[in-house]
């Protein structure tokens, strides 16, 4: 079933799914026209403009599965994104995060050029203790079962080898190992497009696309993150960075030596720094963290960055140049992408470096339309997604 774009509480879309999950595996698709109806105030503020094509609830107990695919759009072509593994608080939570990450996975393959629609799942659960080839098997087969509406691929809590396991069981798979014809790590040009963003914005800020001398705040030192570190000391840069993970952090300090390290986010974000680069979870920049935050800009690799939309109006109140994530980020997304024909590092590096010319443009937009920057792209990824979706009325003979 095809939900409508009617505003949702994913806490009782989760009730309503588990009422149609008794009994064993299903895959079913709920409405939100019918969960909105019983919509609470908290869980509708998270995912008030949801519009969504569809929303799957995945559940196989003999595995221990349970998933959510959210599909936001296909109007530029299937839907490509990663599957997140992570221990959520709760359903609604899940959910959420599902909603709000595939729509940001819309925008960014369109403003990535991309001819793909936006689309995102969540496995729910700790990857340390759920994740099996059982699990990763039967995910496969939910996957394979949209018949190519979703495409996934890694994300936080998955890897590429996991990826070759789902491909046992589903065609629909991007982001597996180079030995499976695959691009291998998609964080290596994810954190090379978030560096070309830095480099437009320092270049709007400062004059000059270079780092050097910059002092840069990295927030979460994973895959993205120390592949940022790299490009950012080649450049001049300097980097203090902060890990929820003492482990990660000793790791990054023993890789780079130049790095320094602080205790704790609020310390990252106060001190003497340029750039603030969050490349942990989503929703860092809160009312807690931005009348604290001493940076210039804020350009990271982490998804949905801003706790809620107002924090936008805030950044730009106190001269943040914020570079809107799913711009900066869609490296990897354009590196799994290129999957789907036949991969090329070097063709995807060179579309990746293109992410420098789409973040001038977003941000020259944002001051002929006096918009926040994550405004002006939101516009123009829209307004390709409605160019580029109305030529599918032209029907073309199979």
Known sequence: MTISGQQADAADAVAEADVARTGGSTNSTISLERAASRARPVAQSLVSDAAHEQIVFCNHPPSRLRAVIAIYSTQLGPALGGTRFYPYHSDEAAIADVLNLSKAMAYKNALAGLDLGGGKAVIIGDPEQLKSEALLCAYGRFV???????ITACDIGTYCPDMDIIARECKYVTGRTEPHGGAGDSSVLTAFGVFQGMRAAAEYAWGSPSLDGRVVAVEG???VGSHLIGHLLADGAKVVVYDVSATAVQRVLAQY????????LDALVSGDIDVYAPCALG???????VPNLRASIVCGGANNQLAYPAVQGQL????VVYAPDYVVNAGGVIQVADELEGFSFERAKQRTAQIFETTKQIFAIADKDNVAPGVAAGRLAERRMSDIGKLKGIWLAG
Request: no cysteine; charged share 15%; glycine share 18%.
């Open 316 to 319: 730009s109140q106190r001269g």
């Open 144 to 150: 394979q079962s949209l018949n190519g509406r979703y």
């Open 221 to 223: 030192v994973g895959k």
């Open 283 to 289: 929703g860092s920049l809160d009312g807690r963290i």
């Open 257 to 264: 030596p130049p790095v320094a390290a602080v205790s704790s």
